[in-house]
């Protein structure tokens, strides 16, 4: 069967030469798509059938040496698919029922062929057209099912209200340990082997998924007594041309490792933290003592070398604070809820020691964030402006379009050259600055899933972009 392209070949057989070279040329005159192969009678046409690669069959019905009711029949062991259009003198029912049962695409009174053939060359056409899309239907739903067979991931699809399982594949039973033919007996059965802890959870996703809200959920299956394992279900709403769901498709992995992964980074992240805080606390008392006969000293004596001594003081402790919020930070956030950006800013504020600086909030949104740890990305943004600039300097804070938000200053801003390496622990332009503000800064962003670049800002100053976030304005 051609279906590398749009043109048909037909086979046409017919007893009577002059209807043959009637109807091949009013035929290709209708359709240049078409090209009409001819033989008088059945049994050249099965034969001109079995060597040609034939899209389509016209024939009469009475011809000397076999009819085309017994033509039919003989295509059909061959090819039960191919279109088979028979016409006949007369309008036969016993004929007509014959053909049908037979398997016969369409019947043709022959009477009425007389200057209808554009309406010949369209059943022809569409006939063709259809098998052709059934085919190309029929392979893909093949290939889709041996790629299904071999995906890692089970792939499935039910109805809308959860209670018909419409599709499944293997890797179903390999993830819950569950027979696929016990889950089409019972579509919510795969809900006994979930963690009872979470069985709420997947049933209240799987409720808003039949809302037509695409849900991830992550939760414990035990595949067997002894066997626990992480798993991550993604669910799409398919909709109909109204929008209503007509049924639900999505696909369920494995998560363990990465969930042992993340509880094994939390371990490190709490050992990390109450390490920093020991240390912190080590470090404090001997600066706290160094400090206070630092200032005893200072009262009984007037010396630049004990200034200077105070200086290396107050540099250590601000070094010791830098290093243990970036210790603390670490690469997780903690929960998050929506929460409004001006709020978070106001509040960054109230931390950082603003001088002669003034902070404008253009234009605010609510972001879903950990409130403390944006608040912390926040102060280290305002001071970053205020230490890199001399007198007064403002920030303006803003929204990106729906994307994001900004920070910018008036100030000096940061060259081309320099906004990569911003972001690297303990870079940092003047003399007093740790070149840890930044990092954490980064350090937030990304661990929230977003990013953030630098720029140049109206007034030439920095401006820091965060993106990837979710704002509703």
Known sequence: ???????????????????????????????????????????????????????????????????????????REIDPDVPFIMFAETGDEHVASEAISAGVTDYVIEKAIGGQHELLARKITAN????????????????????????NDALWMFSDDWEELLFINEAH????????????????????????????????????????????????VH???????????????????????????????????????????????????GFASTVAHDLRNPINIADGHLGLARQQFDSEHLEASARAVVRMEELLEDLLSLARTGDEIGDTRPIDLAEVVRAAEDNVAMAEASLAIEDTATIECDPTRLKEAAENLLRNAIEHNEGRVEVTVGT?????????????????????????????TIEKGTG???????????AHGWDIGVTSGDADGARFEVTGVSVDQ
């Open 1 to 75: 069967m051609n279906e590398e392209n749009d043109d048909i070949t037909v086979l046409y057989v017919d007893d009577e030469p002059d209807l043959l070279e009637l109807l091949v040329i009013g035929l290709e005159r209708e359709s240049d798509r078409l090209t009409v192969l001819t033989e008088t009678s059945a049994a050249d046409g099965l034969d001109r059938f079995r060597d040609a690669d034939v899209d389509c069959i016209l024939s009469d019905y009475a011809m000397p040496g076999g009819t085309g009711l017994e033509f039919l029949r003989s295509v």
């Open 128 to 151: 063709v057209d259809r098998r052709r899309a059934e085919r190309r239907a029929q392979r893909t739903n093949e290939r889709l099912r041996e790629i299904a067979g071999v995906a």
């Open 173 to 220: 039973e390999r993830l819950f340990g569950q027979p696929t033919e016990e889950l089409r007996d019972a579509p919510d059965s795969f809900l006994d082997r979930v963690h009872p802890d979470d069985v709420d959870r997947v049933r209240q996703a799987m409720e808003r998924a039949s809302d037509g809200n695409p849900q991830s959920v992550e939760y414990r």
């Open 223 to 273: 595949k067997s007594d002894s066997v626990v394992v992480w798993l991550e279900s993604h669910c799409t709403p398919i909709r109909s041309d109204d929008g209503t769901v007509r049924r639900l498709t999505g696909f369920t992995r494995d998560i363990t490792d990465r969930k042992r992964h993340e509880q094994e980074l939390a371990s490190r992240n709490e050992q990390l933290d």
């Open 400 to 428: 990106l379009s729906g994307d994001g938000f900004f920070f910018e200053d008036d100030g000096v801003g940061i060259p081309v050259t320099e906004r990569e390496a911003v972001f690297e622990n303990g870079y940092s």
């Open 436 to 446: 840890f503000g930044l990092s954490i800064v980064e350090q937030v962003v990304t």
